[in-house]
């Protein structure tokens, strides 16, 4: 990762670290395995499955009113998560801490709820060339039904966003800025205070995509001053099923709440119903608590190793994966941003990406392959699909020689 000033040397302790995810210690396809395929889900430590086995072993119950201790436990356990997360993103306060299903619920409740509140007619949505669909698609639906415009900021060859363009775009129409902080497709880090502030210039609030960039990097809501920023917990290193959306609590405060039903509410009558405060008026229904319980885990297993330790030692693999997938004929590197994440997309010459992850499969190598949800990046590169290595804290540099070696053997497959 490149973002910055960083520590210049990770102490890590690869050997204890890798001892805390059971699943790595497998084998797959008689090859033990090498898991590089990080930016679609990561892998969990022992520590974060054990919270999610001690809640359902010795506390399962439903949270908030109940007044028998199980219940009691249960809420301690899923309000201690979400003050967690507030101090993890340094938000202002724990009711600005919405808990979501993931990256994708957090962008939909927003373009629902503040969306169809506040853009209308010929009014302006700017994202980026290098969205995933979930920050594209919900988009589109509310311009379609509003009749608002969809404006994208192009991205140049490095995969780099162009901000003179986007200063361009940035005008009193615009009611609505949501960019992602990582490209999942290039691992390009944007500069997402200078987009913060430019849009904050011409009175315009912003989401960020934090999906790719939580799981790597401090993220700081005073320091990026962010209006809405969501993430997901499966990319952290915690369960599927959990995400976060944090919003600036005058915000939330004057937006309806997304779903009705139970937990978001004060009292229910037939002519009129009193929705509930922050951040419980976002969160109807029983919510994934044992999911936000081993998202607290996790948060704790990562910041205990610290992130200067963890974006040196990312930054260094990422160094020396480019540098030897650079040197293999054949093979184009798709994202060379100065500032980049722990991501290596890439393609070649005779194989296609699908065939490029079935024969790494087969040497027990875990990669993905595909548009990688982000097609629009797909079509600005011209190619149909490309091969992408993401990388975690838990990866050393055995795992990119391992990688190296199996595309050493597409290449003798194809040739």
């Known amino acids: 990762m ?6 210049t040397a990770s102490t890590l302790n690869l050997e204890k670290i890798r001892s805390d995810f059971p699943i790595l210690s497998q084998t797959v396809n008689g090859q033990s395995l090498v898991y590089l395929d990080n930016g679609a889900t990561s892998q969990k430590p022992q520590s974060v499955i054990d919270a999610i086995v001690d809640y359902y072993t010795t506390t399962n119950s439903n949270v908030h009113r109940g007044v028998h201790t199980l219940s009691q436990r249960a809420t301690d356990s899923y309000e201690g998560a979400r003050t967690k997360i507030q101090r993890f993103i340094n938000a202002s306060d724990d009711k600005e ?6 990256t994708t619920e957090g962008i939909n409740l927003v373009a629902y709820s503040y969306g169809r509140k506040n853009i209308g007619p010929g009014d302006d949505i700017i994202v980026s060339n290098m969205e995933h669909h979930s920050n594209i698609v919900p988009w589109q639906m509310l311009c379609e039904e509003n009749g608002a415009n969809l404006l994208v900021v192009p991205i140049d060859d490095t995969g780099s966003l162009v901000m003179d363009e986007y200063q361009k775009m940035l005008t009193p129409r615009t009611k609505l800025v949501s960019i ?5 497709a290039l691992g390009t880090i944007q500069n997402a205070k200078q987009i913060v502030r430019m849009a904050h210039d011409i ?9 790719q960039a939580v799981p790597h990097m401090p993220v700081d809501m005073q320091d990026l001053d962010c209006d809405f920023y969501v993430f997901s917990g499966h990319k952290l290193f915690g369960p599927t099923g959990i995400g976060v959306l944090y919003g ?4 939330l405060e004057a937006m ?3 779903l009705g039903g139970g937990e978001m509410i004060k009292s229910v009558t037939f002519e009129k119903t009193i929705y509930n405060d922050l951040p419980y008026k976002f ?12 998202l607290g885990a996790a948060i704790d297993y990562v910041t205990n190793l610290g992130f200067d330790q963890i974006t040196a030692h990312e930054e260094e693999l990422l160094r020396y994966g480019t540098e030897l997938l650079s040197c293999i004929d054949g093979v184009t590197i798709v994202g060379t941003a100065a500032h980049k994440a722990g991501i290596l997309s890439f393609v070649m010459d005779k194989a296609h990406p699908h065939d490029i992850g079935t024969i790494l499969d087969e ?8 548009h990688h949800c982000a097609q629009p990046v797909m079509h600005r590169f011209q190619i149909p699909a490309t091969a992408r290595a993401s990388f975690a804290f838990y990866n050393n540099k055995e795992d990119i020689d391992a990688l190296v070696k199996g595309i050493d053997r597409v290449i003798e497959v194809f040739s």
């Open 203 to 211: 009175g315009s609030p912003v989401l960020l995509d934090g999906a």
């Open 283 to 294: 969160e109807g229904g029983t919510p994934d608590i044992a999911g936000a319980v081993g």
């Open 2 to 7: 490149t973002a910055g000033n960083r520590a």
């Open 363 to 370: 040497q027990g190598i875990a990669i993905r392959t595909g």
């Open 180 to 184: 992602t902080h990582v490209s999942n």
């Open 97 to 102: 801490i919405i808990f979501t299903r993931n």
């Open 256 to 258: 309806p709440p997304f």
């Open 248 to 251: 600036k609590a005058e915000y």
